[in-house]
């Protein structure tokens, strides 16, 4: 090793590229995987998404259509289907602006300012990820459940937030927190402070310089998040089953409403309800891409980066 | 530095106030229901419940299956991560895109989904049913569910260190005389080797709560085919909250720790590349 590197010093550097070059040229297969193995790997990738993602997204169109469209259009209209659609709209739209402004404020606590606990107060945004749906439901029942900590009093009060929208809301709003801050947080570390501090430093106050300087460059950013959050706040399941009560038209969210249906053997509609949970999934996969693409053209830092990426 | 930073920019107080007012109300209040519950049932009540044989069983099924699930993620999640990065095939894009699927779509709706592709009539149930192997209602069923949910964890950790990778490395392996398979297995694999366990973390993680996509494939079959959140929603559907507290409480302590171990991991790589 040692002995290399004192022979080739001398020569310089473009005389060692140069003499490597004509030496040992590289055969192209070298650092490419062999027909063989390449095919081998394309099937066995192929094969997997195919069997379990493929096969899967069109098993649910396939049973939903199963019977004809005629059921298919009367189950997911049925008044029953059309509440459930309402529910999860209503619960999406509370607890997606809340998670958008946690999201804003944490990204803004963690990413402006340099404190004790940073490190912890980062953790502890993952914590949904950690703790399962169902425990997610549950410690909402520990509190506001008839054998509660608040449970008393609230029965006391007339408040009913267990078996109600309420803990329904609650529940969706723990399982999705995390999502638009962990998209913002690594967006606004890139963009750094200078931007804003030029305009605090011409006279701008914080709230003009958080509105015209730092949403307008993590916009996309911003929107990639939502657009995950509502995704897992309509799709939710474990956590709002244990809070909901099932109360047909009522606390049934459409993930609810689909395991209903299937219990009641009714399949065909219960496919055709998931069908529209599917469809909003391709939605947001078709979304986030196209969304994906322009957090990346627009953060500036990372333009020389992707391009270095496309030549490598 | 620090003070100065602090000083010019405004809003901490806000900003930090609200962060930490919103994680305590909406996550640990409602946490701490879990340490104060079992805390108040004595330690041989909780140790009576959560060493009973059904609860075993459950951790047993939980455990093993999630483990089995997020193997079988590494070895196919690197070939389609490797596929995705290295290699020119048609409807790429697409591919790409659906890796997503088992984290956008609805876990009821992939639970009945599976169930129905996997039971004795359906698409792949009956190509199985011949040979003697049953999937939905048993704890294979268990596994296939969670091998899904847990597709997009390895793929996505895996797939930006693998388009990173310098492709020096490889030549300059192959200079040297290695053939390609030694490549392969001594440079390629433990520049990934951090990836791959992370991702397995991850999709361990999410696969032991996992509830939607089990329930319906499992069959849900005390001591045979129930896993530990159905378990709790079990417990709880009895009234019995100290149970399901107890259970969830070592839940927790578990997917805490393999939380922790991946910070740490992380931050062990971070460290030996000089970030």
Redesign the interface.
């Known amino acids: 090793m040692a002995s290399d590197e004192a022979e080739y010093s001398p020569l310089g550097l473009a005389g060692v590229t140069a003499k490597n070059a004509v030496e ?1 040229s ?2 192209p ?6 027909p063989w ?2 095919t081998i ?2 099937a ?3 094969g ?2 195919g ?7 069109t ?2 169109f396939v ?1 939903a259509l199963r019977e004809g469209v005629r059921v298919y259009l009367a189950a997911i209209t049925d008044p029953e289907a059309r509440s459930a659609i309402r529910l999860t709209l209503l619960v999406a739209s509370i607890a997606v602006p809340l998670n958008v ?2 999201g804003l ?2 990204a ?2 963690l990413t ?4 004790r606990g940073r490190s912890l ?1 980062n ?13 997610a439901g ?6 506001f ?1 008839a ?3 608040f449970g008393e009093w609230l029965s006391d009060h007339h408040i009913k937030i267990i078996f109600a929208t309420p803990g329904i809301v ?1 529940a969706t ?2 399982v999705t ?1 995390p999502f638009v801050a962990r998209e913002l947080i690594p967006l606004m570390e890139a963009a750094g ?1 200078e931007e ?2 030029a305009a ?1 430093t011409l006279g701008a ?2 709230w003009q ?2 509105l015209r300087i730092t949403l307008p460059n993590v916009k996309w950013g911003l929107l990639y998040g939502i657009v ?1 959050c509502n ?1 897992r706040a ?5 956590a709002v ?2 809070v909901s009560g099932h109360i047909r038209g009522l606390t049934d969210t ?3 409403y ?2 209903i249906l ?1 219990n009641d053997y009714s ?1 065909a509609a ?2 055709a309800v ?1 069908s529209l ?2 469809l909003l ?2 939605a ?3 979304a ?2 196209i969304i994906g693409g322009r957090v990346e053209a627009s953060s500036m830092p990372h333009e020389n980066e992707s391009v270095e ?1 496309k030549a ?1 | 530095m ?1 003070a100065e ?2 000083r ?5 107080g ?3 106030g ?3 007012a ?2 305590g109300l ?6 701490s ?2 340490f104060l ?1 079992t805390a108040g049932m004595g330690w041989l009540n909780f140790w009576t419940t959560i060493t009973s044989l059904r609860v075993l069983a459950a951790y047993q099924l939980s455990i093993g299956a999630s483990l089995i699930g997020a193997a079988v993620n590494v070895i ?1 999640g690197l ?2 991560a ?3 990065v ?2 020119e ?1 048609p409807a790429k ?1 697409v ?1 790409d ?6 984290f ?7 639970g ?3 169930t ?2 996997y039971a004795e009539n359906g ?2 149930g009956r190509l199985l049913a011949p040979l003697g192997i049953k999937v939905a209602f048993t704890p294979l069923g268990v596994i296939v569910a969670l ?2 949910i847990g ?1 997009p964890f390895v793929v996505r950790t895996v797939q930006p260190v693998l ?2 990778l ?2 020096e490395l ?2 300059a392996s ?2 040297l005389g290695a053939t ?1 398979s030694q ?1 392969f297995r001594r440079v390629i694999l433990p520049a990934l080797a951090p990836a791959l366990i992370t991702g397995f973390a991850l999709a361990f ?2 696969a ?5 996509s089990v329930v ?1 494939i499992s069959g849900n079959m005390p001591m045979r085919t129930e896993v ?3 378990l ?2 079990t417990k ?1 559907e009895e ?1 019995d ?1 100290q149970g ?2 107890a259970i ?1 409480l070592v ?2 302590i578990l ?2 720790s ?2 922790l171990l991946i ?1 740490l991991q992380q931050s062990r790589s971070a460290l030996r590349d000089g970030v």
């Open positions: 040992v590289v055969p297969r070298a650092t490419s995987d062999p193995a390449r790997i394309l066995v990738a192929l997997f998404m069997l379990f993602v493929v096969l899967p997204l098993a649910v049973e402004i946690f404020a944490a803004w606590t402006r300012f340099n404190f107060l953790t502890l945004i993952d914590l949904p990820f950690a703790v399962s749906p169902v425990i549950m410690i909402f029942v520990l509190l459940g054998q509660g900590w609650l709003t723990f927190f402070t804003e501090l605090l106050n914080g310089t958080f995950i995704a309509m799709g939710d399941f474990g089953s244990v459409m993930p609810l689909v395991e299937y399949f219960s496919f998931a949970l599917t999934a391709l947001t996969l078709v986030k891409r990426r490598a | 620090k930073r602090r010019v920019i405004p809003g901490f806000l900003a930090m609200y962060t930490v919103y994680l909406f996550a640990l209040i409602p946490l229901t879990i519950k196919f070939a389609v490797w596929s995705l290295r290699y095939f894009g591919l895109a659906i890796v997503d699927i088992p956008a779509l609805p876990t009821s709706v992939a009945i989904t599976l129905a592709i698409w792949v091998v899904f597709l388009r990173d310098e492709a490889e030549e192959a200079t390609r490549t993680a999410r032991l709560g996992e509830y939607g319906f530990v959140p159905l709790i929603m709880l009234f909250y399901a507290t969830a839940m927790l997917s805490f393999m939380l910070n």
